[in-house]
Nanobody, 128 residues
Framework: QVQLAESGGGSVETGGTLTLSCEASGNTKKTYSMGWFRQAPGKAREGVAAVDCDGATNYVDAVKGRFTVSKDNAKNTLYLQMNSLQLDDTAMYYC??????????????????????WGQGTQVTVSS
């Protein structure tokens, strides 16, 4: 089992920048695909960006060119660099992990069902 702890959320103005971090602890000897999801008030949770077991990255169209996801395996930490933040980016951001099993990763395709493990979330608020 793995525990995930997000940090780095906060309040920024439109056009601002934030970097989220997600530190994994516990059974980090296994490999995981990892990703970021977000949930705005009254809306369903949606996938934002993910890193697959082989290091490939995937982004939802709404954040392409603005967000960058990366993973530091030595530190067991996933990052999300968010630039040019917009009002619609306001949400609770969650980190998720899916155990690598050699087959297609649901989490990498940004499906909520792919998350085996979830963090508690970190709030991002963008204001004008």
């Amino acid at each position: 089992q793995v525990q995930l702890a997000e940090s780095g959320g906060g309040s920024v103005e439109t056009g601002g920048t934030l970097t989220l971090s997600c530190e994994a602890s516990g059974n980090t000897k296994k490999t995981y695909s990892m990703g970021w999801f977000r949930q705005a008030p009254g809306k369903a949770r949606e996938g934002v960006a993910a890193v697959d077991c082989d290091g490939a990255t995937n982004y939802v169209d709404a954040v392409k060119g603005r967000f960058t996801v990366s993973k530091d395996n030595a530190k067991n930490t996933l990052y999300l660099q968010m630039n040019s933040l917009q009002l619609d980016d306001t949400a609770m951001y969650y980190c998720a992990a899916e155990t690598c099993h050699g087959g297609p990763s649901l989490l990498f395709t940004l499906l909520v069902a792919g998350g085996d493990y979830w963090g508690q979330g970190t709030q991002v608020t963008v204001s004008s």
